[in-house]
Nanobody, 117 residues
């Protein structure tokens, strides 16, 4: 089992920045990658980006490329999502996902990000 705890959401004005954190505990040795997803009201949950844990490679959705950055802290078993130049359309609940080498997925409970215009 893997437990994920997200933090760092909140209310910010357009153009501002926020940093989300996701701390993993439990069987973290099974980790393949960790990712961030978001779900706006009335919409499906979409990927924001992810990081391959072993090599640190990242990839991002086109909508956030160049504005958002995913990083990790191995010692803390934590992944971060630095969000800059935020737009109202970035408003959503942001979820952390942990994927194992065996293809199992674990999700955090989510953290709300609201960007005001």
């Amino acid at each position: 089992q893997v437990r994920l705890v997200e933090s760092g959401g909140g209310l910010v004005q357009a153009g501002g920045s926020l940093r989300l954190s996701c701390a993993a505990s439990g069987r973290t040795d099974s980790r393949y990658d960790m990712g961030w997803y978001r779900q706006a009201p009335g919409k499906e949950r979409d990927i924001v980006g992810r990081i391959i844990w072993s090599g640190g490679n990242t990839d991002y959705a086109d909508s956030v490329e160049g504005r958002f950055t995913i990083s990790r802290d191995n010692a803390k078993n934590t992944v971060y999502l630095q969000m800059n130049s935020l737009k109202p359309e970035d408003t959503a609940i942001y979820y952390c996902k942990f994927t194992t080498w065996g293809g199992e997925n674990y999700w955090g409970r989510g953290t709300q990000v609201t960007v005001s215009s």
